[in-house]
Nanobody, 115 residues
Framework: QVQLVESGGGSVQAGGSLRLSCAAS????????MGWYRQAPGKQRELVAQISSGGSTTYAGSVKGRFTISRDNAKNTVYLQMNSLKPEDTAVYYC?????????WGQGTQVTVSS
């Protein structure tokens, strides 16, 4: 079965950086669209960034220019490089795969940015 395992979350001060990783298994990774979502307390889950199987990327306006999504098909891994972090970036970050019209989610990793 499809499994997604996130890592790399943690606590950082405003202005700092973190890199999230999501390792996928049980799927043809190169054929999937991968995305990072986040959910802050009391808020709906929102798309942060997405990368297609062909490498096209999409970003939420709030992170454009600060975050970069990338993928390594040889390692079945998608990354989210987060720079210039702000307190409002604090959330649980989830990896999502869209694979043959089905969505799969990771368990999430906490990112906390202090001012």
């Amino acid at each position: 079965q499809v499994q997604l395992v996130e890592s790399g979350g943690g606590s950082v001060q405003a202005g700092g950086s973190l890199r999230l990783s999501c390792a996928a298994s049980g799927m043809i990774f190169s054929a999937s669209t991968m995305g990072w979502y986040r959910q802050a307390p009391g808020k709906q889950r929102e798309l942060v960034a997405q990368i297609s199987s062909g490498g096209s990327t999409t970003y939420a306006g709030s992170v454009k220019g600060r975050f970069t999504i990338s993928r390594d098909n040889a390692k079945n891994t998608v990354y989210l490089q987060m720079n210039s972090l702000k307190p409002e970036d604090t959330a649980v970050y989830y990896c999502k795969s869209r694979y043959f019209n089905s969505d799969y989610w990771g368990q999430g990793t906490q990112v906390t940015v202090s001012s």
